[in-house]
């Protein structure tokens, strides 16, 4: 054979077995921190032969419906309480890869300065998905607004209020919309990503906000039949590594705070 012809063809294999090693990983995710912190890591998983493709949605619906009909790997946008509602309702079998951050959950207003000055029969509006308007009503009533009739229960809803001493009129939502309903309402409920979206400092401008110790952790979310692939993995390390934790402190301060 000529020799020529045979080093031609060891790197054409050389070439073809370097491309077919680079594993895609395809991400679901919402805009602000999600996709800026994929963003953040998609060098270092390039590195690793894992080449991310990261697709922004601004729903919380979608990233996990593609998901689940294999359209996409994964997705990045919710916490644990989010998905088992969704698993329940949709008849879906999504899981958690890894946590990897909490988003303070927050009341805001451009009519108030302080809950203080919440006058009777004002308009609160929350998100209208039930986990995250539970968690909204779970923080009215630690801020003194409310009282609920199970104080644990996540997926409450207005229906499950028992005292409401101001005679708050809430209106759900759904949650991107919020921060478009400030100058509509007198305190709105706002995710801290819509929050961060909007122009808002969750750290400045909430009036009420949940602490760290929060449990509405941020996973990255997959199908149980590529939870444990090389590629699903390594992202999970990347997002937790403490490259991703010094980017999060200091590009958000305090806007969104590390889990691990």
């Known amino acids: 054979m000529n020799l020529k012809k045979t080093l031609v063809g060891l790197a054409a294999v050389a070439t073809f077995s370097g491309a077919v090693s680079a594993e895609e990983l395809s991400i679901a995710a919402t805009p602000v921190p999600h996709a800026e912190i994929l963003e953040f890591v998609k060098p270092k998983l390039a590195e690793q032969g894992v080449e991310l493709e990261i697709k922004v949605f601004t729903d919380y619906v979608q990233p996990n419906v593609q998901v689940d009909q294999e359209r996409m790997d994964a997705n990045f946008f919710q916490h644990q309480p989010y998905l088992d509602e969704f698993n329940d309702g949709r008849g879906t079998d999504l899981v958690s890869v890894i946590g990897v951050h909490i988003e303070p959950f927050g009341a805001y207003s451009s009519k108030i300065d302080s809950l203080d000055e919440l006058e009777d029969g004002a308009t609160v509006a929350i998100p209208n998905d039930p986990t995250n308007g539970g968690r909204a009503l779970l923080l009215l009533q630690e801020a003194g607004l409310i009282t609920l009739k199970d104080d644990s229960k996540i997926t409450a809803t207005p229906r499950d209020i028992a005292d409401n001493p101001k005679d708050l009129d809430f209106k759900e939502l759904e949650a991107a919309t919020l921060p478009r309903v400030l100058d509509q309402v007198d305190l709105a409920m706002i995710n801290t990503n819509y929050a961060l979206e909007a ?41 937790t590594s403490d490259d991703v934790k010094e980017f999060i402190m200091e ?8 889990a691990f």
């Open 199 to 239: 122009g808002l400092n969750p750290s400045e401008d909430a009036l009420v906000i949940e602490g760290s110790e929060s449990p509405y952790v941020n996973i990255l979310v997959s199908r149980p039949d590529n939870k444990d692939s090389d590629a699903m993995q390594k992202l999970a390390e990347a997002l």
């Open 251 to 258: 590009e958000y301060e305090g806007a969104v705070v590390p």
